[in-house]
């Protein structure tokens, strides 16, 4: 059964911090390269982050110094570490593999406001 269930988005001030999790069903999981995505209001979806099953990592160089992501291969689950948010980081992030399966799970919003 194909998976993906994100969640720990949220209303966060400029400057603030947000963890994101993403849990997969062990098909999806295991052995792929994830990801995460996310698609702004009136715009695309773009690819934020991506990690190996051993661990090496990929950022956009927009992103790079901010976003940290990382993964739990026993739990079959990513995670996205958002820090120094600003407001044009608001969107719907999904995780996914990479690339991406047809499948997306519902994402979860995150927005940064004052």
């Known amino acids: 059964q194909v998976q993906l269930v994100e969640s720990g988005g949220g209303l966060v001030q400029p400057g603030g911090s947000l963890r994101l999790s993403c849990a997969a069903s062990?098909?999806?999981?295991?052995?792929?390269?994830m990801g995460w995505y996310r698609q702004a209001p009136g715009k695309q979806r773009e690819l934020v982050a991506t990690?190996?099953?051993?661990?090496?990592?990929y950022y956009p160089d927009s992103l790079k110094g901010r976003f940290t992501i990382s993964r739990d291969n026993a739990k079959n689950t990513v995670f996205l570490q958002m820090n120094s948010l600003k407001p044009e980081d608001t969107a719907v992030y999904y995780c996914?593999?990479?690339?991406?399966?047809?499948?997306w799970g519902q994402g979860t919003q995150v927005t940064v406001s004052s």
């Open positions: 990690i190996t099953p051993g661990g090496n990592t």
């Open positions: 996914n593999t990479f690339p991406a399966l047809q499948y």
């Open positions: 062990r098909r999806i999981f295991s052995d792929n390269t």
